[in-house]
T-cell receptor
Framework: DAKTTQPPSMDCAEGRAANLPCNHS???????VYWYRQIHSQGPQYIIH???NNETNEMASLIITEDRKSSTLILPHATLRDTAVYYC??????????????FGKGTKLSVIP | GAVVSQHPSWVICKSGTSVKIECRSL??????MFWYRQFPKQSLMLMAT?????????EQGVEKDKFLINHASLTLSTLTVTSAHPEDSSFYIC????????????FGPGTRLTVT
């Protein structure tokens, strides 16, 4: 699976957009980028995923660069409830460990009032 | 979105006893479920992959005789921690993969195990 790199922490003012970057320079052509978040003492929550086109859903937007080596998760209007650890993951699509999610350290987003 | 439940949400047991944790996909069938463990201030670590009707595949370093996994139906997987020790105290989380239309996984709320 593609190795992903994220900043360890970020702060965001409540009501502003939170932009969380992720580098995945070794991603293969058929590997998706998935974003999950984990609020303290809860199971991770699926946010969004994409392959090469930008994606948007009710939770967030995902912007993937044209070369697919990096992406940005955007929470358009961050609230205090968005404080969590955000994980960017790109699981392998075939072979051993296919579809397995490997959780790194993620980015701890703190939304500040 | 797809819903995954876990039971119990927390459990306290004595050393040497066994504890069973259930993971259910409530509104979809999951041919593949995953079990993770998370120690305080650490990230999730995959323990095993559970496929319905077949033996689980364990990650390196996870004792299959200690962590028994059964995936007897398309909506239920169980993890039994046998002969529990205090070092098994952790947050256990399951996930279920949605096999049709997309590959995202949905996670249960987790089970906090404390072994005294």
């Amino acid at each position: 699976d593609a190795k992903t790199t994220q900043p360890p922490s970020m702060d965001c003012a409540e009501g502003r957009a939170a932009n969380l970057p992720c580098n995945h320079s070794t991603i293969s052509g058929n590997e998706y980028v998935y974003w999950y978040r984990q609020i303290h003492s809860q199971g991770p929550q699926y946010i969004i995923h994409g392959l090469k086109n930008n994606e948007t859903n009710e939770m967030a937007s995902l912007i993937i660069t044209e070369d697919r080596k990096s992406s940005t998760l955007i929470l358009p209007h961050a609230t205090l409830r968005d404080t969590a650890v955000y994980y960017c993951i790109s699981p392998p699509r075939s072979g051993a460990g296919s579809y397995q999610l490997t959780f790194g350290k993620g980015t701890k987003l703190s939304v500040i009032p | 979105g797809a819903v995954v439940s876990q039971h119990p949400s927390w459990v306290i047991c004595k050393s040497g006893t066994s504890v069973k944790i259930e993971c259910r996909s409530l509104d979809f069938q999951a041919t593949t479920m995953f079990w993770y463990r998370q120690f305080p201030k650490q990230s999730l670590m995959l323990m095993a992959t559970s496929n319905e009707g077949s033996k689980a595949t364990y990650e390196q370093g996870v004792e299959k005789d200690k962590f028994l996994i059964n995936h007897a139906s398309l909506t239920l997987s169980t993890l039994t921690v046998t002969s529990a020790h205090p070092e098994d105290s952790s947050f256990y989380i399951c996930s279920a993969r949605v096999p049709v239309g997309s590959d995202e996984q949905y996670f249960g709320p987790g089970t906090r195990l404390t072994v005294t």
